[in-house]
């Protein structure tokens, strides 16, 4: 292995941090992955080594770690596991970049003050987004931080695919659609120019189906269209996420049903979509394995409201190339993706049942019209990426 410095790449969530060492070479080799999970509760750090091997791991019996002492956490057991080896700069994945971040930015004291604020455009992740990137300039000052966005690469959108049908002033105020996942779909897109460039050329939906689901229209490599829109609850449904909703279902649990805004916000983010529905579990997997209806229930919307979305991005496309997949549901639930296909055979989309289940690549028939397939998404490598080009940049 050569002695070239290392990436640090962190994604924060609200009771976890995943982390993730890279070599910062041309190759950009991993090195480690892991994760704290639980924060608050009953803290867990597990690390393990490129080939899957866990090399730490450690327990807190309370909830006494936040995410300050987390991230401390990561620092000290990646400067034990580097062994001197250099750590060069920090990426960090940032929700929300509001209208002026379309690329990834150095983070320092102006900026951190501009991405907090638009915590009201993210309360429930943008805060947890920036708590490392403060607990690293008090640690490490001297070390860059790169801040990469999930809402950038939507910034492309014509502007009618931005807008509410709302007064003036309120867009002009920031209420307009920004869309999220970027980060993988741009990870989705390079690979796809990378090693099928006609294809990325041309019209495709990619649906990025995991706990959170969205999907993105791309054209040529830009996002054309986005299910998701002002915040992370809009577009399809998810794990414990409604989706999309009439606003007066708000309006009638506000006035009619007395829910207070904390209420109604943890029914929306927690309470809901595949959980809600089936009343079982959020989890996919679970939920294939139930015989209870209501289980098939929760499955049978999911890829209803999924295969409603692709026409409609259909229509924002004016016709469709290629379907591609990506995700934990999209990558590992051949049954998902069947009944999704089924769903756009108008479309002019056939599957191959073998390639679908062996779970890699091309997964449509040879005389398909529109082409389906898997592409695994790599968002921290993604980060690690535009890191490595920021340091390159100066």
């Not at 070479?25 to 994760?35: E, I, M």
């Not at 986005?226 to 915040?231: A, D, H, N, P, Y």
């Not at 998404?377 to 890191?387: V, W």
Request: with cysteine; charged share 20%.
């Amino acid at each position: 292995m050569n002695e070239t410095g290392c990436i640090a790449v962190l994604n924060a969530g609200s009771s976890s941090i995943k982390f993730a060492l890279y070599d910062s070479g041309a190759d950009g080799a991993l090195l480690y992955r892991g994760q704290v999970e639980r924060i608050g509760v009953g803290p867990h750090l597990e690390v393990r080594d490129a080939a899957g091997q866990t090399v730490a791991e450690r327990k807190w019996q309370d909830g006494a770690l936040d995410h300050h002492g987390a991230t401390a956490e990561i620092l000290s057991q990646g400067q034990a596991l580097l062994a001197g080896r250099p750590l060069l700069a920090f990426g960090h994945r940032v929700v929300h970049g509001g209208t002026k971040f379309a690329a990834p930015v150095r983070v320092g004291g102006a900026i951190v003050s501009e991405l907090e604020a638009l915590v009201p455009l993210a309360p429930l992740h943008q805060p947890h987004n920036l708590a490392p990137i403060a607990a690293i300039l008090d640690a490490a000052p001297h070390l860059p931080q790169i801040a990469c966005f999930d809402t950038a690469f939507h910034r492309t959108q014509p502007v009618l695919a931005q807008e509410f049908a709302l007064p003036r002033e309120l867009t002009a105020d920031g209420v307009r659609r920004y869309g999220f996942h970027g980060l993988s779909y741009d990870f989705v897109t390079k690979r796809l120019f990378a090693t099928q460039p006609k294809l990325a050329q041309g019209r495709l939906i990619i649906a990025h189906l995991g706990n959170g689901a969205s999907l993105c229209a791309t054209k040529d490599g830009r996002s054309v269209a986005s299910t998701m829109g002002f915040t992370a609850l809009d577009g399809l449904m998810m794990g414990t996420r409604a989706g999309t909703l009439d606003p007066g279902v708000l309006l009638y649990l506000a006035q009619q049903r007395g829910m207070s805004f904390a209420a109604i916000e943890d029914l929306l983010y927690r309470k809901s979509g595949l959980l809600g529905v089936s009343g079982i579990s959020s989890d996919m997997r679970t939920l294939r394995a139930s015989t209870e209806p209501a289980a098939r229930e929760a499955i049978d919307l999911f890829v209803y409201r999924i295969v409603r979305e692709i026409g409609s991005l259909a229509a924002a496309l004016g016709g469709v190339d290629g379907i591609v997949f990506t995700a934990g549901i999209g990558e590992n639930d051949a049954a998902t993706r069947a009944e999704i296909v089924a769903g756009c055979r108008w479309l002019g989309v056939t599957l191959d049942p073998a390639r679908n289940l062996a779970g890699e690549g091309r997964i449509s028939a040879d005389g398909s019209a529109v082409s389906a397939w898997i592409v695994p998404t790599d968002e921290e490598r993604m980060i690690a990426r535009y890191t490595r080009a920021a340091l390159a940049d100066g």
